[in-house]
DNA sequence: GAAAGATAACCGACCGGTTGGTATAGTAAT
DNA sequence: ATTACTATACCAACCGGTCGGTTATCTTTC
């Protein structure tokens, strides 16, 4: 058999897979030989520890995710000029994202591993944290865009209806997994459209 | 030394704690022993398997977290009488509470637990499943109270309505756990509590 | 009221299995 | 020669779980 180029690919799917399915903990390097079918050696050719595994997964789940959301806010930049519209585009493309999303994967890497912080060293638990934090930061400079041109009646703080995204997005796709109920997620993320709707255009 | 009788509450005292610190997979029965003080013969006298400690965990956790809703909307309802207000007092004293909450225990075990579903045998999963859509419920049959006395003028799907109450909760909690600032929470709450003004009050 | 028995609460040595990780020799393609 | 593995053997640490005792306290019997 010839050697493969994109083991350590299938590896991280993986991974991901049963991180997602049962936790991190959970995961044997057994159960990814078995799904990946290589050997002990094979595996450790590629990752040095299952703590290094952990720190490749969470930076191309992070990168994949940012990259993501970066695109869908770039086609919703091409869809409208104003920044409400763009917002509420972006919006609707990720609700509407959320089917394949979900079966893909149900459920975010990050937030799991959240749920195991302490198993992990310090640097995975700041690249995690640094992850929300620029997910955050990316939502609240639009949301900025926003108030500058539609000044909110009510007094509402920026941080806060940023911080409401990551809320519902989390939420709901816990929910989702957890009820079985994969439109929970997507119909948060329109009542979050909503929201923000009546916030900036009463 | 006398025999004490509170042994099995400081066992699932621990053991909460320890779920919410690392999750359900890396508290070892040994963890457990060293916080209360106890050897392994005596955690295997009150529990006859980690399962069983599972079991007893989210029942625990269960009882009192109805517990403590269903006092604040009984609270709630000696300080008004109209159904929307009610609601309001509700979310204002969860809101409040969150502080001595999320000192107490700064997680859901629920959630914790969802994140590992695969670990526990299924009649847990039910359980949690089950105690997330009493949660719904309880929360629904008063938007549907409210909604009699307010007919949104646009059409609100209340189920929706209810999710969202818990995806806030829940993805408050985590992002709070998360970033370690534990004000998310509640501010989240009270973005939800505006929500709900908006919706039935213009 | 003292001895005897029952019981609840707990101790700690031990067991088999699993885990992450290492070592080493060999192979097949580039 | 390097890359990308396979195959097998092995290790120490840890895991959940068992089991035969032990101790303190309450209960019954004489």
Same mark, same amino acid.
């Given at each position: 058999?010839p $050697? ?7 590896i991280?799917? !993986?991974?991901?897979? &049963? ?8 995961? +044997?390097?057994? #159960? %990814? ?7 002990k050696?094979?595996?450790?050719? /590629?990752f040095k520890s299952?703590d290094?595994?952990? @720190? ?7 990168? @994949?995710?940012?990259?993501?959301v970066? +695109? ?9 000029? =104003? ?5 509420? %585009?972006?919006? #609707? &493309? *990720?609700?509407? +994202?959320t089917? #394949?999303?979900? &079966?893909a ?6 937030? +799991?591993?959240s *749920?195991?912080?302490r198993e992990?060293?310090? =640097?995975?638990?700041k690249?995690?944290r640094?992850?929300?934090l !620029?997910?955050?930061?990316?939502t ?5 865009e %926003? ?9 509402? =703080? ?6 409401m ?9 816990l929910?989702? @997994?957890t009820?079985?109920?994969? =439109?929970?997620? $997507?119909?948060?993320?329109? /009542?979050?459209?909503r929201?923000?709707?009546? %916030?900036? @255009?009463?």
């Amino acid at each position: 058999m010839p $050697p493969r180029t994109d083991t350590r690919e299938r590896i991280l799917d !993986a991974a991901e897979c &049963l991180v997602l399915e049962g936790g991190f903990s959970a995961m +044997s390097i057994e #159960k %990814i030989m078995e799904a990946v079918q290589i050997t002990k050696g094979g595996f450790f050719y /590629h990752f040095k520890s299952k703590d290094d595994l952990a @720190r490749a997964l969470v930076e191309r789940y992070g990168e @994949r995710d940012t990259s993501l959301v970066q +695109s869908m806010f770039e086609r919703a930049d091409t869809l409208s000029d =104003d920044p409400l519209e763009r917002m509420l %585009i972006f919006l #609707k &493309l *990720y609700e509407e +994202s959320t089917d #394949k999303l979900y &079966l893909a994967s149900p459920g975010c890497l990050f937030a +799991s591993f959240s *749920y195991e912080i302490r198993e992990f060293s310090d =640097d995975i638990g700041k690249f995690i944290r640094e992850g929300f934090l !620029a997910w955050r930061q990316l939502t609240l400079s639009r949301l900025e865009e %926003i108030a500058r041109q539609y000044p909110p009646t009510v007094e509402t =703080d920026l941080p806060e209806l940023a911080d409401m995204f990551m809320c519902t997005v989390e939420g709901g796709l816990l929910m989702s @997994r957890t009820l079985g109920q994969e =439109d929970i997620l $997507p119909r948060q993320v329109a /009542h979050y459209r909503r929201y923000l709707r009546m %916030i900036f @255009r009463p």
